[in-house]
């Protein structure tokens, strides 16, 4: 079992931090607004250790401090201090009284676990099971953004997906829920007043809970000296308005390594089919190129010998459409894949037109295709 940590600050925002620095670790954090609320807390629970900040309203560390020597229950529980400042006599005040150690605001968040490190064991927690995440994931969005139209717009291009937006008008509180929620990926308006859109950057790159997230600027298109600045200072892309609901998903597909396989790939009864949607597009073919090597050859690599390409739903077919299918096949051909396709009547009225696929056997639906891949004979209608 895990080590108990009694934390009393009063700013919801340092608890945050503390909370964010130690989730990795295998403790439990009590939390106390105050002095009083703090021994009350300390008396019913025994930590093994208090983090206590001096300056609080209602009854300060220094005060508290006292109490807890006084107590038969608490006054062995190690104590480290936070101050705002780290003048001689504050300090020798508070190592009379016995604390452990002391820090000094702002905190460092590797100093944090480092010195509570001394004082009791802090073992990491074992890692869950990892897996790639996906597209349709509930990720968390937070939308900085001081105009509410953004975030509203930022709901409606997602409202597809899972994916849980929240909205917040200014850096300062964004910070505050970053440390408390950390999100998956954060959009943020460039344009937020006293460049705060790239402060809060560095506020987020220099907490351990947030360093890692992505941050997508958001930017009207002309704003080109500004995207630039963005792109140098480390932002991950830049999303311009009016934004492109497509584009807003690409670059969180993107920024994320979002597995989208499984909106295009599937294994039925040991035949890899390749569904293509409604619409398809650059973007799309992009999404599936990406992945279709791979997905081949694992397919094959785990005794999978058949493929079929489903084109059924699509309603208008290009050039775009036709130099995609026949790079699939290619791939499939150097995989030694049987393959069959199946189309829809706009998928054959245009290979008809192409020298390369005039000839292609058009299935109507999968259950034609099945009969193909296993020998079977299947009426064809022209």
Same mark, same amino acid.
């Given at each position: 079992?895990?080590?108990?940590?009694?934390?009393?600050?009063?700013?919801?925002?340092?608890?945050?931090?503390?909370?964010?620095?130690?989730?990795?670790?295998?403790?439990?954090?009590?939390?106390?607004?105050?002095?009083?609320?703090?021994?009350?807390?300390?008396?019913?629970?025994?930590?093994?250790?208090?983090?206590?900040?001096?300056?609080?309203?209602?009854?300060?560390?220094?005060?508290?401090?006292?109490?807890?020597?006084?107590?038969?229950?608490?006054?062995?529980?190690?104590?480290?201090?936070?101050?705002?400042?780290?003048?001689?006599?504050?300090?020798?005040?508070?190592?009379?009284?016995?604390?452990?150690?002391?820090?000094?605001?702002?905190?460092?968040?590797?100093?944090?676990?480092?010195?509570?490190?001394?004082?009791?064991?802090?073992?990491?927690?074992?890692?869950?099971?990892?897996?790639?995440?996906?597209?349709?994931?509930?990720?968390?969005?937070?939308?900085?953004?001081?105009?509410?139209?953004?975030?509203?717009?930022?709901?409606?291009?997602?409202?597809?997906?899972?994916?849980?937006?929240?909205?917040?008008?200014?850096?300062?509180?964004?910070?505050?829920?970053?440390?408390?929620?950390?999100?998956?990926?954060?959009?943020?308006?460039?344009?937020?007043?006293?460049?705060?859109?790239?402060?809060?950057?560095?506020?987020?790159?220099?907490?351990?809970?947030?360093?890692?997230?992505?941050?997508?600027? #958001? &930017?009207? %298109?002309?704003? *080109?000296?500004?995207?630039? /600045?963005?792109?140098? +200072?480390?932002?991950?892309?830049?999303? @311009? =308005?009016?934004?492109?609901?497509?584009?807003?998903?690409?670059?969180?597909?993107?920024?994320?390594?979002?597995?989208?396989?499984?909106?295009?790939?599937?294994?039925?009864?040991?035949?890899?089919?390749?569904?293509?949607?409604?619409?398809?597009?650059?973007?799309?073919?992009?999404?599936?190129?990406?992945?279709?090597?791979?997905?081949?050859?694992?397919?094959?690599?785990?005794?999978?010998?058949?493929?079929?390409?489903?084109?059924?739903?699509?309603?208008?077919?290009?050039?775009?459409?036709?130099?995609?299918?026949?790079?699939?096949?290619?791939?499939?051909?150097? #995989? &030694?894949? %049987?393959?069959? *396709?199946?189309?829809?009547? /706009?998928?054959?009225? +245009?290979?008809?037109?192409?020298?390369? @696929? =005039?000839?292609?056997?058009?299935?109507?639906?999968?259950?034609?295709?099945?009969?193909?891949?296993?020998?079977?004979?299947?009426?064809?209608?022209?």
């Amino acid at each position: 079992m895990g080590v108990k940590i009694l934390l009393v600050e009063d700013s919801r925002v340092i608890r945050a931090m503390v909370g964010a620095t130690l989730r990795p670790y295998d403790c439990t954090i009590v939390e106390a607004n105050d002095g009083q609320e703090g021994l009350d807390l300390a008396e019913r629970h025994k930590p093994d250790l208090i983090i206590l900040d001096y300056s609080m309203p209602e009854m300060n560390g220094y005060e508290m401090l006292s109490r807890l020597r006084k107590g038969a229950n608490t006054r062995n529980i190690p104590v480290i201090m936070l101050t705002s400042e780290a003048s001689r006599e504050k300090v020798v005040k508070v190592l009379k009284l016995g604390v452990k150690d002391y820090l000094v605001k702002p905190l460092n968040e590797e100093l944090i676990a480092e010195r509570i490190g001394r004082f009791v064991p802090l073992i990491k927690r074992p890692s869950a099971v990892l897996r790639d995440r996906r597209y349709d994931d509930a990720l968390k969005v937070l939308v900085v953004d001081n105009k509410a139209a953004i975030v509203d717009q930022v709901k409606e291009g997602v409202n597809d997906t899972p994916w849980e937006i929240t909205g917040l008008g200014d850096s300062e509180r964004a910070m505050a829920w970053c440390l408390e929620n950390t999100p998956d990926i954060i959009f943020v308006n460039l344009a937020l007043p006293e460049k705060s859109a790239f402060s809060f950057l560095q506020n987020l790159r220099a907490n351990l809970a947030t360093n890692a997230v992505p941050v997508i600027g #958001l &930017s009207v %298109k002309t704003a *080109l000296e500004q995207q630039s /600045a963005a792109l140098q +200072a480390g932002f991950a892309c830049v999303v @311009t =308005k009016p934004i492109d609901y497509d584009e807003l998903k690409i670059r969180v597909t993107r920024s994320l390594s979002l597995d989208t396989s499984y909106k295009y790939f599937d294994v039925s009864d040991e035949v890899l089919i390749i569904r293509m949607r409604e619409t398809f597009n650059s973007n799309v073919a992009t999404e599936i190129g990406n992945q279709l090597r791979s997905q081949l050859s694992d397919a094959v690599d785990s005794g999978i010998g058949k493929l079929m390409v489903d084109m059924s739903q699509i309603k208008r077919c290009d050039v775009t459409l036709i130099k995609f299918v026949l790079n699939i096949l290619a791939l499939g051909t150097e #995989l &030694s894949l %049987k393959h069959c *396709l199946i189309g829809s009547d /706009a998928i054959k009225e +245009a290979c008809a037109s192409y020298e390369e @696929t =005039k000839d292609w056997m058009l299935l109507e639906n999968v259950e034609q295709g099945r009969k193909v891949l296993d020998g079977e004979d299947v009426a064809v209608a022209a």
